[in-house]
T-cell receptor, first 113, second 111 residues
């Protein structure tokens, strides 16, 4: 089944403790992206990647890092999480560029205390 | 400024009634257009998309959308709503390497 898989689905952590949210797609898509969803603010893009080793900032990149060492994987790294990063995170992939639309993962609900 | 707007934050309809969710965009060129649905606690599922051609697009779950260039709109419609359609609906626009979501419309369905 074609899908985007994120792990974990739920995560509670403490301020300052580094964490990684994994994302993997099995559709051989070139584009991958991370979004966060917050009440009243909608979905905002954090980072995106056009291909292996090519990444760029989205609208809200502060406090996040990403890497794209393999085509299928696009992990999101929070090196020093803060409570304002408590949010629902979605990974997504697209066959070419974002204009073709994304397939989304199921989401990761992160709480930073 | 480039933007995607969904004028209705929350809509309530009765089961069996028709539905129209509005979406307007503001971009120089005609972008690619999408509608996604997010059920409570779930991810986003693509309902339909418009790239070019016929301006009336059919999607999954009985939804359709009509692109109107003159109005910069891409409204989502369904002739008869089911209780399971209660969810959040997002219009989205793809322009170049950018993919931007509207703020969403929450749909409630009365029995």
């Amino acid at each position: 089944e074609a899908q985007v898989t994120q792990n974990p689905r739920y995560l509670i952590t403490v301020t300052g403790k580094k964490l990684t949210v994994t994302c993997s797609q099995n559709m051989n898509h070139e584009y991958m992206s991370w979004y966060r969803q917050d009440p009243g603010l909608g979905l905002r893009q954090i980072y995106y990647s056009m291909n292996v080793e090519v990444t760029d900032k989205g609208d809200v990149p502060e406090g996040y890092k990403v890497s794209r060492k393999e085509k299928r994987n696009f992990p999101l790294i929070l090196e020093s999480p803060s409570p304002n990063q408590t949010s629902l995170y979605f990974c997504a992939s697209s066959p070419r560029d974002g204009a073709y639309g994304y397939t989304f993962g199921s989401g990761t609900r992160l709480t930073v205390v | 400024a480039q933007s995607v707007t969904q004028p209705d934050i929350h809509i309530t309809v009765s089961e069996g009634a028709s539905l129209e969710l509005r979406c307007n965009y503001s971009y120089g060129a005609t972008p690619y257009l999408f509608w996604y649905v997010q059920s409570p606690g779930q991810g986003l599922q693509l309902l339909l998309k418009y790239f070019s051609g016929d301006t009336l697009v059919q999607g999954i779950k009985g939804f359709e959308a009509e692109f109107k260039r003159s109005q910069s709109s891409f409204n989502l419609r369904k002739p008869s709503v089911h209780w399971s359609d209660a969810a959040e609906y997002f219009c989205a626009v793809g322009v170049g390497q950018n993919f931007v979501f509207g703020p969403g419309t929450r749909l409630s369905v009365l029995p």
